[in-house]
């Protein structure tokens, strides 16, 4: 029997706190697998793209996960899909997930993770440049990690700017400089084909986190600031490949670290509080697998999610 579970069932059972345990011991833990994981990326003869992220793999997990999205930019939502989790020693098709919301959790709480690493302890206004789903849950983890702080947020629909900031108790700005100007941490989580924010827009010990950046042709910080900042991020070889490096033309080398090799102590991070920093992760396999598989044995525990025969 395979485990459906909705976007409301897995509202239900994940929490900020346990997935930011998960994915911090993922971070640390996921270069013991021996198996890379794999983003693949086509474009379709349809307004959108298909993307699949294989296999997520995590030591001390006996599964994995296959997460196929269909990402359109002009729907609501833009982003939709299925993660399956099949089991380890047979692949059976444990649970069937909503990506959207897998995604969502897992990217932003990742990220809420690598900004409060790197960020410093200044309590100093947040910044959001682009008001969607996964600049919530970033907020979500970030007021879990370092508590609430004055929020500024700007977004391209004034509209949705302005409900994202009465829903956290921020106020609005008409431009991405002007939230870098108000802000100390700065997060961009937007579909930009262009810089949003060069050098000159930012400055000394401000930090920025770019979540838009996951695939070729996307692009939110401009390369001065990329190559003057102390520059973090997921995977050297695929943000090389298709995130914030290839967008800017820069290749793995120019990543200083991984956030995986400064949670496991391997890099000291950033040592002098008035640099700048940058935190520019592209979104791993193995992070699909850490969330669905929290959420397959909590649903399991509490009888969350409906069940299926598929071979039937």
Same mark, same amino acid.
């Given at each position: ?12 059972? %994940?929490?900020?706190? +346990? /997935? %930011? ?36 793999? $995590?030591?001390? =997990? ?21 993660? /399956? ?13 909503? @990506?959207?919301?897998?995604? &969502? ?5 990742? &990220? ?16 959001? =440049?682009? *008001? ?7 907020? /979500? ?7 609430? #702080?004055? %929020? ?8 949705? *700017? *302005?409900?994202? &900031?009465? #829903? ?19 997060? !961009? ?6 810089? %949003?924010? @060069? ?23 401009? #390369? ?19 995130? &914030? $490096?290839? +967008? ?5 080398? @120019? ?6 090799? =400064? ?10 509080? +008035?640099?700048? @920093?940058?935190? *520019? ?7 699909? !697998? ?17 069940? =299926?025969?598929? $071979?039937?």
């Amino acid at each position: 029997m395979t485990l459906v579970l909705t976007r409301g069932d897995l509202e239900t059972v %994940l929490e900020p706190e +346990a /997935c %930011l345990a998960a994915l911090r011991e993922g971070f640390r833990r996921a270069d013991g697998v021996s198996v890379p994981g794999q983003r693949v990326r086509t474009d379709l003869p349809f307004p959108g793209t298909a993307t699949a992220l294989i296999p997520g793999l $995590l030591p001390g =997990i006996e599964a994995y996960t296959v997460k196929v999205n269909a990402k359109f930019p002009g729907a609501r939502p833009a982003l939709r899909g299925v993660v /399956c989790l099949h089991g380890g020693r047979d692949g059976e098709l444990l649970a069937l997930l909503d @990506s959207a919301t897998v995604t &969502a959790w897992r990217t932003g709480l990742a &990220a809420a993770l690598g900004t409060h690493v790197l960020a410093g302890a200044s309590d100093g206004p947040v910044g959001v =440049i682009g *008001a969607g789903a996964q600049a919530e849950l970033v907020l /979500c983890g970030l007021t879990v990690l370092r508590g609430r #702080r004055d %929020l500024v947020v700007h977004d391209t629909d004034a509209g949705r *700017a *302005a409900a994202f &900031a009465a #829903r956290h108790g921020g106020r609005t700005v008409g431009s991405a400089a002007e939230v870098a100007a108000a802000a100390h941490v700065v997060l !961009l989580a937007t579909w930009s084909r262009a810089p %949003l924010l @060069s050098l000159a827009d930012t400055r000394d010990g401000q930090h920025l986190t770019g979540l838009g950046a996951d695939e070729p042709g996307k692009q939110e910080l401009a #390369r001065d600031l990329l190559e003057t900042a102390f520059l973090v991020v997921d995977d050297r070889e695929l943000a090389a490949a298709s995130g &914030a $490096l290839a +967008a800017a033309g820069l290749p793995a080398g @120019s990543a200083d670290a991984t956030l995986g090799e =400064i949670l496991r102590g391997d890099h000291p991070g950033r040592t002098d509080p +008035a640099a700048r @920093s940058v935190y *520019a992760p592209v979104g791993l396999p193995w992070q699909d !697998l850490a969330l669905a598989w929290l959420a397959y044995e909590r649903a399991g525990r509490e009888g969350v999610g409906r069940r =299926i025969d598929l $071979l039937a």
